[in-house]
């Protein structure tokens, strides 16, 4: 479980974020960065209902991508709150998905390579 300082939770975060945050499109996800005031980032997932119908696949999708973030926190730049919104189907099992939001990190220019 991610720690609570890297969570976003408020709907006005969220709104924030979509209306003045810069936006990065890759095959199955939308990210939205901008950069925040504190010392760390923070991180939310959005799965719309229309993209996957059953609560608990999206569930299943959220704890997979939190649980990828969490384990690549140092890697991720500090000081920007991150929304990343699912905008087609994926399967929740999906094999490379670890690759998926790196590659999607990277290209926002949000992941510091080793």
Known sequence: MLPKIHRLKKDQEFRKIYHFGERIKSDFFILKHLQNKFSHSRFG????????????ARNSLKRRLTEIIRLNLEKIKTSYDI???VHSFLEPEEKNLKEKIIKLLKKANLYIND
């Not at 997932?45 to 119908?53: D, E, L, Q, S």
């Open 83 to 85: 929304v990343i919104l």
């Open 45 to 56: 997932f959005v799965i719309p209902a229309k993209v996957m119908k059953k609560a608990v």
